[in-house]
């Protein structure tokens, strides 16, 4: 399984813009990437995916490097809700499984 | 639509002793998949079960085990407990088919604790 690096921690202050890297330089051509987050106290849950093109939905946007190799998930205006350990993870098209393979994340610190 | 959920939230077991643990998928979603979460390994995926058939397996003991029934309810068994099994166990469901890009529904865990 290809592997994804992220920063241990990173903090913003609320209603600024939140920039988390994820450095993936091993990711096949049939991998997508995916974000999910961790609320304290509650399971994980999907913020956003994609595989070549930049992505957005209600909750964050994804911006993905041309050569795929590293990935920036955007938060636009950062809540106290968002506070939580957000995880970057690689998911192969080809896997018909539904297995996540987590790293240890970036837990993300908002100031009020 | 309701989440999913899971039964027991809290679990005290002393070693040697043995617990089942039950997760109910989001309705209409056949793919349930557990994993077991801790401060030091982090989350780490256990199994996939999908229309009643293990289709993946993570890297655990033999003494964890899972089953995945018609309703598409799942429950996992842990025999003879031991003290690093401790943790916070998650279930997730999705719907099983098509792209594997679909995201995975968490429950909110089952905290296990062993003494």
């Known amino acids: 399984d290809a592997k994804t690096t992220q920063p241990n921690s990173m903090e913003s202050n609320e209603e600024e813009p939140v920039h988390l890297p994820c450095n993936h330089s091993?990711?096949?051509?049939?991998?997508?990437i995916h974000w999910y987050r961790q609320l304290p106290s509650q399971g994980p849950e999907y913020v956003i995916h994609?595989?070549?093109s930049n992505v957005n939905n209600r909750m964050a946007s994804l911006a993905i490097a041309e050569d795929r190799k590293s990935s920036t998930l955007i938060l636009h205006r950062a809540t106290l809700r968002d506070a939580a350990v957000y995880y970057c993870?690689?998911?192969?098209?080809?896997?018909?499984?539904?297995?996540?393979?987590f790293g240890s994340g970036t837990r993300l610190l908002v100031r009020p | 639509k309701a989440g999913v959920t899971q039964t027991p939230r809290y679990l005290i077991k002393t070693r040697g002793q043995q617990v089942t643990l039950s997760c109910s998928p989001i309705?209409?979603?056949?793919?349930v998949s557990w994993y077991q979460q801790t401060p030091g390994q982090g989350l780490q995926f256990l199994f996939e079960?999908?229309?009643?058939?293990?289709?993946n397996k993570g890297n655990f003991p033999g003494r964890f085990s899972g089953r995945q029934f018609s309703n598409s309810r799942s429950e996992m068994n842990v025999s003879t407990l031991e003290l690093g099994d401790s943790a916070l166990y998650l279930c997730?469901?999705?719907?099983?088919?098509?792209?594997?890009?679909?995201?995975?529904?968490f429950g909110p865990g089952t905290r296990l604790t062993v003494l």
């Open positions: 091993t990711i096949s051509g049939t991998d997508y």
């Open positions: 994609g595989l070549t």
């Open positions: 309705s209409g979603h056949r793919s």
């Open positions: 997730a469901s999705s719907p099983g088919q098509g792209a594997s890009y679909n995201e995975q529904f």
């Open positions: 993870i690689l998911r192969d098209v080809a896997d018909s499984s539904y297995k996540l393979i």
């Open positions: 079960y999908f229309s009643e058939t293990q289709r």
